[in-house]
């Protein structure tokens, strides 16, 4: 804690925080912000958009208000001017979450912040992206008026979905959000007590393949056999991207044998994070690093076929599925998009007829790591964990980060935040360590008194 003298009162005041942080926490997570009108109204995205306007108001922020991005989300921006010669630090977040999924996996009220034994506090959004918002806010209250480094801010609305809007408003409006260092808190740490920043990110390519043998269902009993069975012909065609033994993504024309350079992922821990169950192998071969972070990921999303329950003796005239290719950087991902649409393609058996509807692509990122901005996030990390700054990758994708990348080109991007393993994002029984708040807060608060020395 020696690194820098002022850790100590900054590491009492956000303690002090906490009891706040937990109120705010507890108030976003209440309000159901999925931004998708199907599922949720739209007024739901537009309350939690108000209520990060207003605390961040309250933090200390100018001119917070609501900004209507091109897919018609609003993105909750503000600003901070600098001292005289200090830089300028973006702070992102998001205040969309993922739709709770199976209310019954949850085992408290998935919209309601929920103690549990174990300490951490349960509810969508607690960790992606709420607790980041809080993050944010008890780091700047810590910090009170003396924030030494002007401060650009932006809580997007529709993140979950992936429909871009900010990544075009920032294209529409680059002044903005013009800054010195991008910190982008959607991500977190290897563990709980590791510092750590994400400086890879697999890119995204998805599409929907559709499988046709026959102008209509016909009767199993009558013409099963002969008559060729869609639904057998898509699962056919899906066990090609896999190798068969060790359950490896392999697409033709894809290179799937990376290797990653950075921190390592064990084995166990992994299987404990994500779930595994006993006596349940992992797929694919090299470390779970490389897996990971270093090469192409083929998911298969849904299927759509007739369900179990209602089922009738019928041969499928028709089936379709979504397929997921996380694409590692380095790797193209239109060209990743276009190899995996040749690979299902050339792989429907019987001549089945194959029709591929492309969805979005996101490009893969890599962070350049040896600026001013790395070097202050080095030292408040080691100052508040107690040691040296961690390097990982993630399997996820944040576009935004590379339109970030290509319109600030001089600017240092950093992902971190409160989002380590046993989170589950994105699934049931979503969760957040306190802890990581709190230490986060401290981190981001040392960052920014840290960096403001780099121009001094």
Request: glycine letters at 10%.
């Amino acid at each position: 804690m020696s690194h820098t003298p002022d850790t100590p009162e900054l590491a009492a005041r956000i303690a002090e925080l906490m009891p706040r942080a937990k109120s705010d926490l507890a108030e976003l997570v209440a309000i159901p912000s999925v931004a998708d009108p199907r599922q949720y109204p739209a007024e739901e995205c537009r309350r939690a958009a108000r209520w990060v306007a207003d605390a961040f108001t309250d933090a200390g922020l100018r001119d917070v208000h609501l900004a209507e991005t091109p897919d018609g989300s609003h993105a909750v921006i503000g600003h901070r001017p600098p001292p005289p010669g200090a830089p300028t630090v973006l702070l992102y977040c998001h205040y969309d979450v993922q739709p709770p999924l199976d209310d019954k996996a949850w085992t408290s009220p998935p919209f309601e912040l929920t103690e549990g034994a174990d300490g951490r506090w349960y509810g969508r959004g607690t960790a992606d992206c709420k607790g980041n918002i809080v993050m944010h806010l008890t780091a700047l209250r810590a910090l009170g008026e003396d924030i030494p480094v002007g401060l650009k801010f932006v809580a997007e609305g529709s993140e979950e979905q992936g429909t871009g809007g900010l990544e075009a408003y920032v294209a529409q409006h680059p002044e903005e959000f013009l800054a010195d260092a991008l910190l982008v808190c959607d991500t977190g740490n290897a563990e709980v007590g590791t510092g750590t920043a994400t400086i890879t990110l697999r890119g995204l390519a998805n599409l929907v393949v559709t499988v046709d043998t026959l102008r209509g269902e016909v009767h199993s009993g009558m013409f099963g056999g002969p008559a060729p069975d869609a639904l057998a012909a898509l699962i056919q065609t899906l066990s090609t991207l896999r190798d068969p033994e060790t359950g490896a993504t392999r697409i033709d024309g894809l290179d799937c044998e990376g290797a990653w350079q950075g921190e390592p992922y064990d084995e166990d821990t992994f299987r404990r994070d994500a779930g595994v169950l006993d006596g349940v192998s992992l797929t694919g071969t090299g470390t779970v690093a490389d897996r990971l972070w270093a090469r192409p990921a083929v998911t298969v999303l849904g299927i759509d076929c007739p369900p179990v329950i209602g089922s009738t003796a019928a041969v499928p005239a028709t089936a379709r599925a979504r397929v997921s290719l996380r694409v590692p950087p380095g790797t193209d991902a239109d060209a990743a998009r276009d190899a995996l649409t040749r690979h299902l393609t050339a792989a429907a058996p019987w001549g089945a007829k194959v029709t591929v509807e492309p969805e979005g692509t996101g490009s893969p990122f890599r962070a350049a790591t040896d600026g001013a901005a790395y070097k202050a996030l080095g030292t408040a990390m080691e100052a508040v964990y107690g040691k040296p700054l961690a390097f990982l990758g993630q399997g996820g994708s944040i576009p935004l980060c590379n339109v970030l990348a290509s319109t600030y080109p001089r600017a240092e991007i950093i992902l971190m935040g409160v989002e380590e393993p046993r989170c589950l994002i994105h699934a049931p029984n979503e969760s957040v360590d306190p802890t990581e708040i709190e230490h986060m807060a401290h981190v981001e608060a040392l960052f920014l008194r840290e960096f403001a020395k780099s121009r001094r």
